[in-house]
């Protein structure tokens, strides 16, 4: 597990990263289109190992806010990303940790994509 001393934003963040990541709520959900090109059944199971992933280490995760990782899936590597954006989408957030000023996107893609 990665750092277990994190300050009370960077808590909240990997909070609301975690609860995109396994719900889907608080943001928006974007597949690539090598992602989206599976059949449904394989798109399903990328978007569940994506939500169990549990593997978060110092070295891919250095913050300790679960915004992305990388891990294998059927032979491939499949890579996640969350950004921040403020609410209107056009720009960076000033603060993730504020669901009010924070619109999440996660994007699930092939590691070849990125």
């Given at each position: 597990?990665?750092?277990?001393v994190?300050?009370?934003?960077?808590?909240?963040i990997?909070?609301?990263?975690?609860?995109?990541?396994?719900?889907?709520?608080?943001?928006?959900?974007?597949?690539?289109?090598?992602?989206?090109?599976?059949?449904?059944?394989?798109?399903?199971?990328?978007?569940?190992?994506?939500?169990?992933?549990?593997?978060?280490?110092?070295?891919?995760?250095?913050?300790?806010?679960?915004?992305?990782?990388l891990?294998?899936?059927?032979?491939?590597k499949?890579?996640?990303?969350?950004d921040?954006?403020?609410?209107?989408?056009?720009?960076?957030?000033?603060?993730?940790?504020?669901?009010?000023?924070t619109?999440?996107?996660?994007?699930?893609?092939?590691?070849?994509?990125?």
């Amino acid at each position: 597990m990665t750092k277990s001393v994190l300050s009370p934003q960077a808590e909240e963040i990997r909070r609301l990263n975690d609860e995109l990541r396994q719900t889907h709520k608080n943001g928006k959900v974007v597949l690539s289109a090598g992602i989206a090109a599976l059949s449904e059944p394989d798109i399903a199971a990328v978007i569940a190992a994506v939500a169990h992933f549990d593997d978060f280490t110092e070295e891919n995760d250095p913050h300790g806010e679960h915004d992305c990782a990388l891990f294998d899936w059927q032979g491939h590597k499949i890579m996640f990303k969350i950004d921040y954006y403020d609410p209107s989408l056009q720009y960076h957030s000033d603060n993730p940790a504020d669901l009010k000023k924070t619109t999440r996107v996660m994007t699930v893609m092939f590691a070849s994509e990125y």
